[in-house]
């Protein structure tokens, strides 16, 4: 009954012979649990009756007290206590053997065991029981997360930190990752050939979003293979430009991780444009920005890119108000809320309730948040700290 019931069906499936026989036994564990206490309590009654005989033959009518006394002992400490210990802190070693006898004393004594279940069973049946109902055993994402932070040594820390941001996709929307409105680079048709050019010659994205006039008309996605046929000796060529768009993807911005890199794998497309619920363009998402969130950074942006979170020698941090939330909590282990606002600045805003003063402070929880830079209604920087306690 201690065997790790997943362990054992690994084992099962390896063709161990003890597992399979242990599982044999185990799928009626009402007919194990009988045969074993049908033995047990056989043993420990003619026991007790043998010793009260010889009890009652050396000191009279005081044996049967004494030979209570003495087998109550024996059994406890011989019978009961020592070996079920063993057997739960080796289960494997004695389950496995175990079976060797157990399988044939069932086959033996299967009448009186069926005999026995029956009464039972009937008793159960009356106190509202199911007796023949097997509790299946599913383990929630939760339990899962447990195992495999459990496991350690059993998979590396980096196998373990990856099979943690798989049981994660689930907690995580599109939004909470995304490249925000305002930092999508891509090609605006409105724009003149030289500075269309321009930004396809010093992109560093494989795949270019392309709109006109706005972002929020975004026509096409222009993948970055096709610029020998976009560009040609006389400069940019604008109908084989539109020719070679590929139409854009849109997705919802509440889209869970998981689905969409389903969603990815299916339709064979690796970009996709993020839209709230009346059809405002928030972002783009791409396969690899999702594939990071389970392997963690692998690319680097050919575009020279600045940390965001600089420590400071008091303990505190000077923080990019665009930060998003989970990578402040990822980088520094803190617990900031990720419930509303994606971003530092939206954060504190949300909190303040109005546009402050580039030196106005406040906590949020543990944590102490000073504003030391606003451009326009967007905090640029904050020095953030967890408070003494």
Same mark, same amino acid.
């Given at each position: 009954?201690?065997?790790?019931?997943?362990? #054992?069906?690994?084992?099962?499936?390896?063709?161990?012979?003890?597992?399979?026989?242990?599982?044999?036994?185990?799928?009626?564990?009402?007919?194990?649990?009988?045969?074993?206490?049908? @033995?047990?309590? #056989?043993?420990?009654?003619?026991?007790?009756?043998?010793?009260?005989?010889?009890?009652?033959? #050396?000191?009279?009518?005081?044996?049967?007290?004494?030979?209570?006394?003495?087998?109550?002992?024996?059994?406890?400490?011989?019978?009961?206590?020592?070996?079920?210990?063993?057997?739960?802190?080796?289960?494997?070693?004695?389950?496995?053997?175990?079976?060797?006898?157990?399988?044939?004393?069932?086959?033996?004594?299967?009448?009186?065991?069926?005999?026995?279940?029956?009464?039972?069973?009937?008793?159960?049946?009356?106190?509202?029981?199911?007796?023949?109902?097997?509790?299946?055993?599913?383990?929630?994402?939760?339990?899962?997360?447990?195992?495999?932070?459990?496991?350690?040594?059993?998979?590396?820390?980096?196998?373990?930190?990856?099979?943690?941001?798989?049981?994660?996709?689930?907690?995580?929307?599109?939004?909470?990752?995304?490249?925000?409105?305002?930092?999508?680079? @891509?090609?605006?048709?409105?724009?003149?050939?030289?500075?269309?050019?321009?930004?396809?010659?010093?992109?560093?994205?494989?795949?270019?979003?392309?709109?006109?006039?706005?972002?929020?008309?975004?026509?096409?996605?222009?993948?970055?293979?096709?610029?020998?046929?976009?560009?040609?000796?006389?400069?940019?060529?604008?109908?084989?430009?539109?020719?070679?768009?590929?139409?854009?993807?849109?997705?919802?911005?509440?889209?869970?991780?998981?689905?969409?890199?389903?969603?990815?794998?299916?339709?064979?497309?690796? #970009?996709?444009?993020?839209?709230?619920?009346?059809?405002?363009?928030?972002?783009?998402?791409?396969?690899?920005?999702?594939?990071?969130?389970?392997?963690?950074?692998?690319?680097?942006?050919?575009?020279?890119?600045?940390?965001?979170?600089?420590?400071?020698?008091?303990?505190?941090?000077?923080?990019?108000?665009?930060?998003?939330?989970?990578?402040?909590?990822?980088?520094?282990?803190?617990?900031?809320?990720?419930?509303?606002?994606?971003?530092?600045?939206?954060?504190?805003?949300?909190?303040?309730?109005?546009?402050?003063?580039?030196?106005?402070?406040?906590?949020?929880?543990?944590?102490?948040?000073?504003?030391?830079?606003?451009?326009?209604?967007?905090?640029?920087?904050?020095?953030?700290?967890?408070?003494?306690?």
């Amino acid at each position: 009954m201690s065997l790790n019931r997943y362990r #054992l069906r690994h084992l099962q499936k390896n063709g161990h012979r003890g597992a399979r026989r242990a599982g044999q036994l185990l799928e009626r564990p009402d007919r194990l649990i009988g045969l074993i206490l049908i @033995g047990n309590n #056989l043993v420990n009654i003619f026991a007790s009756a043998i010793a009260t005989v010889i009890a009652i033959r #050396l000191w009279g009518d005081a044996g049967i007290f004494i030979a209570t006394i003495i087998l109550t002992l024996v059994i406890l400490i011989f019978a009961e206590i020592t070996p079920k210990t063993i057997a739960a802190l080796y289960p494997e070693s004695i389950a496995f053997p175990a079976s060797l006898i157990l399988i044939p004393l069932l086959k033996l004594l299967y009448p009186i065991v069926l005999l026995v279940n029956g009464i039972t069973n009937g008793l159960l049946r009356v106190l509202g029981f199911d007796p023949e109902k097997q509790s299946e055993e599913h383990v929630s994402s939760e339990e899962l997360r447990t195992i495999v932070t459990d496991a350690g040594q059993l998979i590396p820390p980096r196998h373990r930190g990856m099979l943690l941001n798989i049981l994660d996709l689930e907690q995580v929307s599109v939004d909470d990752i995304m490249v925000p409105r305002n930092e999508v680079y @891509g090609v605006d048709l409105d724009d003149n050939d030289e500075d269309i050019l321009r930004s396809i010659q010093t992109s560093s994205h494989t795949r270019l979003p392309v709109w006109r006039e706005d972002i929020n008309n975004i026509v096409g996605v222009l993948h970055m293979r096709s610029i020998s046929r976009v560009i040609d000796g006389k400069g940019l060529d604008r109908r084989a430009l539109e020719s070679e768009m590929e139409e854009p993807y849109f997705i919802p911005e509440s889209t869970p991780l998981h689905t969409q890199l389903l969603n990815f794998q299916q339709r064979k497309m690796r #970009l996709a444009v993020v839209v709230d619920e009346y059809g405002d363009v928030l972002g783009v998402v791409a396969l690899e920005d999702i594939l990071e969130e389970i392997v963690g950074e692998f690319t680097s942006n050919l575009a020279e890119t600045e940390d965001d979170i600089f420590p400071q020698r008091d303990g505190s941090f000077i923080i990019d108000g665009t930060a998003t939330i989970r990578e402040i909590n990822k980088t520094l282990e803190w617990d900031l809320p990720t419930d509303g606002p994606k971003t530092l600045s939206g954060l504190i805003l949300e909190n303040l309730e109005s546009f402050p003063d580039a030196n106005a402070g406040l906590a949020i929880g543990n944590y102490r948040l000073e504003i030391l830079e606003l451009e326009g209604n967007v905090v640029q920087a904050v020095k953030a700290a967890v408070a003494a306690r």
